[in-house]
Protein backbone atom coordinates (compact mmCIF):
# COMPACT_ATOMS: atom_id res chain seq x y z
CA UNK A 1 0.00 0.00 0.00
CA UNK A 2 1.43 3.42 -0.63
CA UNK A 3 2.58 5.92 2.02
CA UNK A 4 0.63 8.95 1.19
CA UNK A 5 -3.21 8.93 0.19
CA UNK A 6 -4.44 12.15 -0.52
CA UNK A 7 -8.32 13.19 0.07
CA UNK A 8 -10.36 13.94 -1.70
CA UNK A 9 -10.00 12.90 -4.84
CA UNK A 10 -11.42 15.39 -6.66
CA UNK A 11 -12.59 19.31 -5.36
CA UNK A 12 -14.34 21.51 -7.38
CA UNK A 13 -14.92 25.29 -5.79
CA UNK A 14 -15.72 28.78 -7.08
CA UNK A 15 -13.04 31.09 -7.28
CA UNK A 16 -12.70 33.39 -4.15
CA UNK A 17 -13.24 30.20 -2.20
CA UNK A 18 -11.00 28.32 0.03
CA UNK A 19 -9.60 24.95 -0.59
CA UNK A 20 -8.21 22.25 1.89
CA UNK A 21 -6.93 18.60 0.86
CA UNK A 22 -5.87 16.43 3.06
CA UNK A 23 -2.94 13.68 2.67
CA UNK A 24 -2.76 10.62 5.18
CA UNK A 25 0.53 8.36 5.71
CA UNK A 26 1.33 5.43 7.29
CA UNK A 27 4.97 5.29 8.52
CA UNK A 28 7.07 7.64 10.61
CA UNK A 29 8.55 10.15 8.06
CA UNK A 30 11.35 12.91 8.37
CA UNK A 31 9.47 15.34 6.22
CA UNK A 32 6.47 15.93 4.36
CA UNK A 33 6.05 17.74 0.51
CA UNK A 34 3.48 19.16 -1.00
CA UNK A 35 3.40 19.83 -4.57
CA UNK A 36 1.36 21.30 -7.48
CA UNK A 37 0.75 19.66 -10.91
CA UNK A 38 -0.50 21.38 -14.11
CA UNK A 39 -2.04 18.83 -16.47
CA UNK A 40 0.81 16.62 -18.73
CA UNK A 41 2.89 18.91 -16.72
CA UNK A 42 6.13 18.39 -14.41
CA UNK A 43 5.47 18.83 -10.77
CA UNK A 44 6.46 22.00 -8.87
CA UNK A 45 7.60 22.31 -4.92
CA UNK A 46 5.03 24.43 -2.69
CA UNK A 47 5.86 23.14 1.07
CA UNK A 48 8.29 21.46 2.13
CA UNK A 49 7.62 20.72 6.46
CA UNK A 50 9.85 18.55 8.73
CA UNK A 51 8.17 16.16 11.32
CA UNK A 52 9.27 18.46 14.44
CA UNK A 53 7.22 21.19 12.77
CA UNK A 54 3.16 21.65 12.68
CA UNK A 55 2.60 24.47 10.70
CA UNK A 56 3.64 26.13 7.64
CA UNK A 57 2.88 29.04 5.52
CA UNK A 58 3.96 30.38 2.28
CA UNK A 59 1.64 32.97 0.89
CA UNK A 60 -2.08 32.02 0.51
CA UNK A 61 -0.88 28.70 1.31
CA UNK A 62 -0.82 26.52 4.66
CA UNK A 63 0.11 23.56 5.54
CA UNK A 64 -0.23 21.44 8.63
CA UNK A 65 1.30 18.65 9.73
CA UNK A 66 -0.31 16.41 12.85
CA UNK A 67 2.54 13.38 13.28
CA UNK A 68 0.17 11.37 16.00
CA UNK A 69 -2.72 11.14 13.33
CA UNK A 70 0.11 11.05 10.27
CA UNK A 71 -1.81 13.25 8.51
CA UNK A 72 -1.25 16.38 7.06
CA UNK A 73 -3.26 19.60 5.25
CA UNK A 74 -2.86 21.82 2.72
CA UNK A 75 -5.31 25.06 2.45
CA UNK A 76 -5.13 27.75 -0.07
CA UNK A 77 -7.07 30.68 0.59
CA UNK A 78 -8.86 32.95 -2.28
CA UNK A 79 -8.49 30.26 -4.53
CA UNK A 80 -7.89 31.96 -8.52
CA UNK A 81 -8.70 29.86 -11.76
CA UNK A 82 -4.72 29.23 -12.06
CA UNK A 83 -4.67 27.56 -8.71
CA UNK A 84 -6.30 24.49 -10.93
CA UNK A 85 -4.09 21.51 -11.02
CA UNK A 86 -3.36 18.15 -9.49
CA UNK A 87 -1.94 18.45 -5.60
CA UNK A 88 -0.02 15.75 -4.40
CA UNK A 89 1.69 14.93 -0.94
CA UNK A 90 5.10 13.31 -1.00
CA UNK A 91 7.14 11.87 2.29
CA UNK A 92 9.97 10.20 2.66
CA UNK A 93 9.68 6.10 3.08
CA UNK A 94 10.16 4.49 6.05
CA UNK A 95 13.93 2.77 6.19
CA UNK A 96 15.31 5.13 2.91
CA UNK A 97 17.19 7.46 2.25
CA UNK A 98 16.78 8.23 -1.36
CA UNK A 99 12.51 7.44 -2.14
CA UNK A 100 10.14 10.09 -1.79
CA UNK A 101 6.60 8.22 -1.73
CA UNK A 102 3.86 10.58 -3.86
CA UNK A 103 0.58 9.76 -3.30
CA UNK A 104 -2.31 9.65 -6.30
CA UNK A 105 -3.34 13.56 -5.92
CA UNK A 106 -6.15 16.06 -5.52
CA UNK A 107 -7.63 16.95 -8.75
CA UNK A 108 -8.39 20.82 -7.89
CA UNK A 109 -11.41 22.70 -10.02
CA UNK A 110 -11.66 26.71 -9.49
CA UNK A 111 -14.25 27.63 -11.49
CA UNK A 112 -14.39 31.47 -12.73
CA UNK B 1 10.97 27.23 -15.77
CA UNK B 2 12.37 24.82 -12.89
CA UNK B 3 15.90 24.73 -14.02
CA UNK B 4 15.65 21.37 -15.16
CA UNK B 5 15.54 20.66 -19.31
CA UNK B 6 14.02 17.49 -20.78
CA UNK B 7 14.05 15.94 -24.53
CA UNK B 8 11.92 15.42 -26.10
CA UNK B 9 8.72 16.35 -24.94
CA UNK B 10 7.44 13.99 -27.06
CA UNK B 11 8.05 10.88 -28.50
CA UNK B 12 5.91 7.86 -30.21
CA UNK B 13 7.99 4.46 -30.87
CA UNK B 14 7.66 1.34 -32.10
CA UNK B 15 8.69 -1.58 -29.58
CA UNK B 16 11.79 -2.64 -31.38
CA UNK B 17 12.72 0.92 -31.19
CA UNK B 18 15.66 1.96 -29.13
CA UNK B 19 15.44 5.69 -28.17
CA UNK B 20 17.00 7.74 -25.58
CA UNK B 21 15.17 10.23 -22.96
CA UNK B 22 17.93 13.40 -22.03
CA UNK B 23 17.65 15.80 -18.82
CA UNK B 24 19.57 18.43 -18.01
CA UNK B 25 19.26 20.86 -14.67
CA UNK B 26 21.07 24.45 -14.82
CA UNK B 27 20.80 24.79 -10.43
CA UNK B 28 23.94 22.85 -9.39
CA UNK B 29 22.18 20.22 -7.82
CA UNK B 30 24.20 16.98 -6.58
CA UNK B 31 21.28 14.10 -7.27
CA UNK B 32 18.85 13.32 -10.39
CA UNK B 33 15.80 11.67 -10.43
CA UNK B 34 13.54 9.46 -13.26
CA UNK B 35 9.75 8.88 -12.51
CA UNK B 36 7.54 7.42 -14.21
CA UNK B 37 3.39 8.61 -14.13
CA UNK B 38 1.22 6.63 -15.65
CA UNK B 39 -2.37 7.65 -16.00
CA UNK B 40 -4.57 6.43 -12.49
CA UNK B 41 -1.09 5.67 -10.58
CA UNK B 42 1.12 7.41 -8.09
CA UNK B 43 4.37 8.83 -9.54
CA UNK B 44 6.69 6.14 -9.45
CA UNK B 45 10.39 6.44 -8.35
CA UNK B 46 12.44 4.77 -10.92
CA UNK B 47 15.95 5.65 -10.49
CA UNK B 48 18.56 8.16 -8.34
CA UNK B 49 21.95 9.20 -8.93
CA UNK B 50 23.71 10.53 -5.90
CA UNK B 51 27.16 12.44 -7.40
CA UNK B 52 26.72 10.56 -10.44
CA UNK B 53 26.36 7.65 -8.41
CA UNK B 54 22.97 4.99 -8.75
CA UNK B 55 21.96 4.69 -5.57
CA UNK B 56 18.23 3.49 -6.16
CA UNK B 57 16.66 1.16 -8.81
CA UNK B 58 13.54 0.68 -7.73
CA UNK B 59 12.85 -2.91 -9.28
CA UNK B 60 12.84 -1.44 -13.19
CA UNK B 61 12.82 -3.42 -15.79
CA UNK B 62 16.46 -3.71 -17.81
CA UNK B 63 14.40 -2.77 -21.19
CA UNK B 64 15.26 0.87 -19.13
CA UNK B 65 18.52 1.89 -18.70
CA UNK B 66 19.85 4.83 -16.95
CA UNK B 67 23.17 7.05 -17.88
CA UNK B 68 24.46 9.99 -15.50
CA UNK B 69 27.46 10.76 -17.56
CA UNK B 70 27.85 14.08 -14.63
CA UNK B 71 25.92 15.80 -12.12
CA UNK B 72 24.29 18.33 -14.92
CA UNK B 73 22.86 15.65 -16.93
CA UNK B 74 20.68 12.40 -17.10
CA UNK B 75 19.63 9.70 -19.48
CA UNK B 76 17.33 6.84 -20.02
CA UNK B 77 17.78 4.76 -22.67
CA UNK B 78 14.81 2.75 -24.18
CA UNK B 79 15.22 -0.44 -25.45
CA UNK B 80 12.27 -3.06 -26.31
CA UNK B 81 9.66 -1.27 -24.61
CA UNK B 82 6.13 -2.78 -24.41
CA UNK B 83 2.51 -0.85 -24.91
CA UNK B 84 2.02 -0.79 -21.35
CA UNK B 85 5.81 1.48 -20.76
CA UNK B 86 3.94 4.66 -22.51
CA UNK B 87 3.56 7.10 -19.67
CA UNK B 88 4.76 10.64 -18.65
CA UNK B 89 8.72 10.26 -17.97
CA UNK B 90 10.12 13.09 -15.05
CA UNK B 91 13.18 13.98 -14.68
CA UNK B 92 13.73 15.80 -11.31
CA UNK B 93 16.90 17.14 -9.22
CA UNK B 94 18.20 18.22 -5.52
CA UNK B 95 20.86 19.25 -3.59
CA UNK B 96 21.82 16.73 -0.93
CA UNK B 97 23.79 17.81 2.31
CA UNK B 98 25.23 16.29 4.96
CA UNK B 99 22.91 17.75 7.19
CA UNK B 100 19.11 17.51 5.37
CA UNK B 101 20.49 14.14 3.26
CA UNK B 102 18.69 13.65 0.17
CA UNK B 103 15.24 14.04 0.75
CA UNK B 104 15.28 16.87 3.36
CA UNK B 105 15.31 19.27 0.34
CA UNK B 106 13.09 20.18 -2.29
CA UNK B 107 12.99 18.50 -6.11
CA UNK B 108 12.40 20.76 -8.99
CA UNK B 109 11.05 18.96 -12.01
CA UNK B 110 11.23 19.05 -15.56
CA UNK B 111 8.59 18.93 -17.91
CA UNK B 112 8.16 15.42 -18.46
CA UNK B 113 8.55 13.78 -21.76
CA UNK B 114 5.24 12.10 -22.96
CA UNK B 115 5.86 8.31 -24.73
CA UNK B 116 4.23 6.60 -26.60
CA UNK B 117 4.60 3.08 -27.57
CA UNK B 118 2.89 1.38 -30.24
Known amino acids: SQQGEEDPQALSIQEGENATMNCSYK?????LQWYRQNSGRGLVHLIL?????REKHSGRLRVTLDTSKKSSSLLITASRAADTASYFC????????????FGKGTLLTVNP | ETGVTQTPRHLVMGMTNKKSLKCEQH?????MYWYKQSAKKPLELMFV???????ENNSVPSRFSPECPNSSHLFLHLHTLQPEDSALYLC?????????????????FGPGTRLTVL
Open chain 1, 49 to 53: IRSNE
Open chain 2, 49 to 55: YSLEERV
Open chain 1, 27 to 31: TSINN
Open chain 2, 27 to 31: LGHNA
Open chain 1, 90 to 101: ATDAAGSNYKLT
Open chain 2, 92 to 108: ASSRQTLTSGLLGNEQF
